[in-house]
């Protein structure tokens, strides 16, 4: 069986097949998408430019020579390619563990094909396994922490990491999320939350496992 790296590179690899002529291509966070960075690298004189999630996959973009440019410019995009931490069979996603949720889920609501690129170890039969990301205006952490709290969860503040919109996050753990759709909206509502990891209401439209494209259930 192969490693979870080469099934990250697989993927990667399988998501260029989506990238056409021409395209802005809206570019994810971690360690699945610097390999699809380094492949969209060798494709780069075909493409318009990228989208960027964070300063992380924009550093990597413009060293390789391809053009970043901001989602304001760009208008709406064909197609967004990303990673996630967990995916459901339905396609719903839990994300941010690499702190880059909140650009990821604007990029994602403005792309109108989300890949998502993943090793099988992430799929999941329900969500909650991997502790839920909640990015938190400072100032609310302890209000948001409550309200997760009586939400069932056990939130767990990600100390020493500042987020690239200057937040903080709340890996919320011990939650097994049945109903995704309705949670993702309850966290949504609490004053404080900037968004929450869980990618129900936009989930990803092709989810490319180990090299694989998953058939839709
Ligand atoms: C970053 C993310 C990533 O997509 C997620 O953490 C998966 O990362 P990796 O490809 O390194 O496993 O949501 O905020």
């Not at 060293?63 to 390619?81: E, F, M, Q, T």
């Not at 997760?148 to 903080?168: I, K, S």
């Not at 759709?181 to 968004?195: A, D, F, K, T």
């Amino acid at each position: 069986m192969s490693t979870a790296d080469e099934q990250k590179r697989a993927s990667a690899a399988k998501a260029l097949d989506y990238v056409e002529d021409g395209m802005i291509v809206g570019v994810g966070t971690g360690s699945t998408v610097k390999y699809f960075i380094d492949g969209l690298a060798s494709m780069k004189d075909r493409i318009e430019s990228a989208v960027s999630s964070s300063e992380q996959s924009t550093a990597q973009l413009k060293s390789l020579g391809i053009r970043v440019i901001d989602l304001n410019a760009a208008g709406p995009l064909s197609l967004y390619v990303d990673g996630a931490d967990e995916c459901d069979p339905h396609n719903r996603l839990i994300k941010g563990g690499g702190a880059a949720l909140t650009r990821e889920k604007i990029i994602a609501e403005a792309s109108a094909k989300f890949v998502c690129i993943i090793d099988s170890a992430k799929e999941v039969d329900v969500l909650g396994r991997f502790p839920l990301p909640v990015e938190v205006v400072p100032m609310a952490r302890s209000l948001v922490g409550r309200k997760l709290v009586a939400l069932g969860g056990q939130p767990v503040w990600r100390e020493n990491v500042t987020t690239d919109n200057g937040n903080w996050i709340l890996d919320v753990h011990n939650m097994r999320i049945v109903d995704p759709l309705g949670l993702e909206r309850e966290i949504n509502q609490i004053p404080g939350v900037v968004s929450v990891g869980l990618f129900a209401r936009r989930p990803a439209d092709v989810v490319i496992s180990a090299g694989n494209v998953r058939a839709n259930r």
